[in-house]
């Protein structure tokens, strides 16, 4: 009954490899995002999607391609990977204009 | 577009006292502010909220403050426990289509 869950919880990869984590909300929600979460905590939102529309693409590398193949799904992934890519990757869904349900967060490690 | 200054980055304070944790915000089309906490290791929780058209909301030891004249917002934790160290987040909604700007968060330690 997880309400958004991510896979992997966590990737160790080396650079250059291509990844892709998964997130899934079954809580009705209209909007999906992802941001990155970097060593200093800071929490960088990177794409909205709303009714698998993208709404909002803050300047992110174009390595980084988000896909929402329904509603309830937003997926994200990333090519070439970078050293500067490591961080953690939550997912989050929501109403709009309302309280963000966030997913148990992807560890991404490039070696 | 948004921004959402948040101060301090960093709060110590004894069991039992209290912390209060403030947000500035640019836009003054902002109408939803809610706050987040993250444990260690966790995923940010909503613990309160308030929208622009309340000055104050409580719930139990948290109560949050909002000043639309001056586009701010504060957190207040009373009789603070251990339980209640972890990083807190701001946030500024201007709603519709518009992003969520989260502030830069405050790790808050409380000592038994």
């Known amino acids: 009954d997880t309400a958004v869950s991510q896979t992997p919880k966590y990737l160790v990869t080396q650079m250059g490899n291509d990844k892709s984590i998964k997130c899934e909300q079954n809580?009705?929600?209209?909007?999906m995002y992802w941001y990155k979460q970097d060593s200093k905590k800071f929490l960088k939102i990177m794409f909205s999607?709303?009714?698998?529309?993208?709404?909002i693409n803050e300047t992110v590398p174009n390595r980084f391609s988000p896909k929402s193949p329904d509603k309830a799904h937003l997926n994200l992934h990333i090519n070439s990977l970078e050293l500067g890519d490591s961080a953690v990757y939550f997912c989050a869904s929501s109403l709009m204009d309302n309280e963000q349900y966030f997913g148990p967060g992807t560890r991404l490690t490039v070696t | 577009g948004e921004n959402v200054e948040q101060h301090p980055s960093t709060l110590s304070v004894q069991e039992g006292d209290s912390a209060v944790i403030k947000c500035t915000y640019s836009d003054s089309a902002s109408n939803y502010f809610p706050w987040y906490k993250q444990e260690l290791g966790k995923r940010p929780q909503l613990i309160i909220d308030?929208?622009?058209?309340?000055g104050e909301k409580k719930d139990q030891r948290i109560a949050v403050t909002l000043n639309k004249t001056a586009k701010h917002f504060s957190l207040h934790i009373t009789e603070t426990q251990p339980e209640d160290s972890a990083v807190y987040f701001c946030a500024a909604d201007s709603g519709g289509y518009q992003k969520v700007t989260f502030g830069t968060g405050t790790k808050l330690q409380v000592i038994p």
């Open positions: 308030i929208r622009s058209n309340v």
């Open positions: 809580l009705g929600h209209d909007t």
């Open positions: 999607y709303n009714n698998k529309e993208l709404i």
